[in-house]
């Protein structure tokens, strides 16, 4: 079965969006996965199609009503392993290794909210896991959708091709990517770092490595805290020399 993501929204017009262009819109056209973007309003049963109310003990704006989503993603006919998210800055934050476990599954089933919120009641009925790409508001949670199905589809088989496996980048293994350079050797007097041209492949990685754990200590001290320590057998056949950093 083809990797899916199902996307329910009273946008299904902003989809595929960015994902039709470029590798995600490659691989969309090649079937290698399938989106599929329904409305949400499609499920309103009222004759002015009302998907949305005052939210109950006042307030501002309006909140996505319980009974109309839960139609609409009880609408939609997926296996039972299907992860169920709903976009989020409420959720838990997004991370790589999440995005690995959802790109290893058939593909998720995502709620975009959009107004102030949705009815809590649906989010727990439905068992849906909130999800936030971050911590700053959008005006809805397509974008955010989005940007969890490019980072997903890129790690799918075949998407990326042998140029990059997906193994050597940004949270792979915990640490920032180091930098990239490329032609001309050197660009308004600044040079390529002179190992990048030796040809010395150990040099090069001992030099990449340096530069990802500089780069990931002084940007995302939270990132270096956490960053995989080395497995027990690796520390019984080579010992740190300082123990204090091991
Ligand atoms: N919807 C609005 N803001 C969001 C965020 N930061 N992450 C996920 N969904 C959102």
Known sequence: ???????????????????GISLAGRALASGVWALDSRDIRASATDRHRSVDDTPAGGGPGMV???????????ATILPQDVPRLVMSPRGRPLTQARVAELAAGPGPLIVCGRF??????VIDARGLEEVSIGDYVLSG??????TLIDACVRLLPGVMGKLCSGTDESFSDGLLEYPQYTRPQSFEDRPIPEILLSGDHARVARWRQAAAETLTQERRPDLWAARPKPSESARKRKPP??????
């Open 1 to 19: 079965m083809v990797w899916r993501a199902t996307v329910l929204t009273l946008f299904p017009e902003m989809f595929p969006g960015p994902l």
């Open 141 to 146: 949670g397509e974008i955010a959708a989005m």
């Open 241 to 246: 020399k300082n123990t204090t950093d091991g």
């Open 116 to 121: 102030e919120g949705i009815d809590q009641r």
């Open 64 to 74: 996505l009503r319980a009974d109309v989503l839960a139609a609409a993603i009880d």
